[in-house]
């Protein structure tokens, strides 16, 4: 979806609807002035439906009005309470707007930007908000079959006389906006593939095709150069596959003489049966969504160079499947890993941490990273924790929680911090290896995973890890209840969320 800017004025616009947002009202609440325009276009069906109180300005709610001069629509978008406005908010109103008119022969839509200030974000904020909010809700993914009605083609944000002075500004909050959404539209689609499709060998080709796009160095090493380097995580997980494992790595340079270097990496398990320790077939489907956080990785590294931020960053994939065979790893084995560390196998379901651990020893000894965030729909115990739409950061690094944090408030994408202590370290513990890959006890199974991974990083060196289990996909469940902007499949969470973290200088 195209995404412009106008400086005239949006009752002059010759668009197929015109949207215009409200705020929460009570019931004595007078037609607020953000509206009188909009109700002078449709002759009076504006107030007159706010005195019957069909307009009450709820999140999800839009109201559509045709206009008696045959020039289009209007359509009122619900903000939500006044006391409650912010950026995600306004996000959610331009996707909802997008959602409530597909299929309704709306291929141009104006918003009237006036009536969606008045927070204390600045105009650049909310319409970097509401354009980012828009495109990211008109993603379909579209593949293996056509488009199942027409969607928005273009969308144009009117300025008006109030804001047009301030028009080169809004331009470029806006263009940030096209390329986030642009890569995350990138990232959902490499997400959304099947396992028949995105392979370990397919990621790889994703990523030396982003290399070549934006002239990143990618490196690629195969099963036998991991054999080599004695990554027994990837080689063991990947044994039970006709498809071998990869590790990826994916670098941007950054600005500077010496910039920060930040590794992202991700886990990468293109399907994930369970391996011997098979899993129940509920659901099973969704496990081609296991690779979501390598992908998120890509989709980071894309946005980086794209907007080209300030610090340097590698991005690592840990690309496996994990499938039961007679060359299968087993419960019981023992693997050696790239840093020497040694892992003993409980459950071959617990893959997606001795595949990180590769991954996270190869980064830290190669790139002497000045801080490293992993990214990995891990456990399911961390969706039991926290639900579909947040995900668990896990760190004992203050200032690097505390960037999360506000880099998660800015880009709507939620996290909750759970603790690391070392009643989690000891639980990890073998007695047969350094560290075991599963506890066999239901309590604090993300935070154990988190202390696991934790053996590979090192104590000295900032780290984070993000399991984004919930919120990485959504379903016609979890669909329901969350942003329209989340499509029913691979939602790309992380892109924005340490896009913005690696903007605000990577602190």
């Known amino acids: 979806m195209r995404i412009t800017i106008d400086r005239g004025e949006a009752s002059e616009a010759n668009v197929d609807v015109l949207v215009c947002g409200v705020r929460e009202r009570s019931e004595k609440d007078p037609l607020p002035r953000s509206l009188l325009a909009d109700d002078a276009l449709s002759q009076g069906l504006v107030a007159a439906a706010w005195a019957r109180q069909e307009i009450r300005g709820a999140r999800k709610e839009v109201t559509v009005f045709h206009r008696p001069d045959g020039k289009g629509r209007i359509a009122v978008v619900g903000l939500g ?53 828009a495109q990211l809700g008109s993603y379909e993914f579209t593949r293996y079959r056509p488009p199942k009605e027409a969607g928005v083609e273009s969308a144009t944000l009117f300025l008006g006389k109030e804001y047009s002075p301030r028009s080169r500004s809004v331009e470029k ?19 959304n593939l099947p396992a028949d499709t995105a392979t370990p060998e397919r990621l790889a080709e994703e990523a030396r095709g982003l290399g070549k796009e934006l002239g990143l160095k990618v490196t690629v090493f195969d099963e036998k150069e991991l054999a080599k380097m004695r990554c027994g995580g990837l080689l063991g997980v990947g044994s039970g596959s006709a498809h071998p494992p990869r590790l990826v790595v994916v670098e941007y340079p950054g600005r500077g003489a010496k910039p920060k270097t930040v590794a992202v990496v991700g886990k990468g398990i293109t399907f994930d049966s369970g391996g011997i320790s098979i899993k129940p077939s509920l659901h099973l489907s969704d496990m081609k969504f296991d690779k979501s956080g390598a992908v998120a990785v890509l989709g980071i590294v894309r946005a980086a160079a794209l907007l080209k931020v300030a610090p340097r960053v590698v991005g690592v994939l840990a690309c496996a499947e994990n499938l039961p065979s007679g060359h299968a790893y087993r419960p019981g084995d023992v693997l050696t890993t790239y840093n020497g560390k040694t892992i003993e196998v409980l459950n071959t379901d617990a893959e997606g941490r001795v595949v990180l651990s590769d991954a996270l020893g190869y980064v830290v000894d190669k790139y002497q990273p000045n801080i490293v965030i992993d990214l990995a729909t ?35 994408e939620a996290i909750w911090r759970l603790p690391l202590t070392d009643y989690h370290r000891e639980l990890v513990k073998s007695d047969v290896a350094d560290v075991r890959n599963s506890t066999e006890m239901p309590p604090a199974g993300a ?35 969350q942003a329209s902007y989340l499509p029913v499949g691979a939602t790309a969470f992380g892109v924005r969320l340490v896009t913005r973290y690696l903007e605000n200088g990577a602190s």
């Open 81 to 133: 309470p006044k006391d409650g406005a912010d950026l995600e908010g306004l996000r959610r109103a331009g996707a909802d707007a997008v959602k409530a008119l597909k299929g309704k022969a709306a291929k141009t839509l104006g918003f009237r930007l006036a009536s969606f200030t008045g927070s204390r974000a600045t105009p650049e904020e909310v319409a970097a908000a509401l354009s980012e909010g």
């Open 173 to 191: 909050a806006v263009e940030r906006s096209r390329v986030l959404a642009d890569t995350v539209h990138w990232t959902r689609d490499i997400a």
């Open 378 to 412: 891990l456990t399911g115990a961390c969706v039991v924790a926290l639900g579909d739409d947040m995900a668990g950061l896990m760190t004992t690094n203050e200032p690097l929680a505390r960037s999360l944090k506000t880099a998660s408030e800015q880009s709507g």
């Open 447 to 481: 935070l154990t995973a988190a202390a696991f991974l934790e053996t590979f990083v090192g104590r000295s060196v900032p780290w984070a890890h993000l399991d984004i289990a919930g919120p990485s996909w959504t379903n016609g469940g979890t669909r329901k209840y």
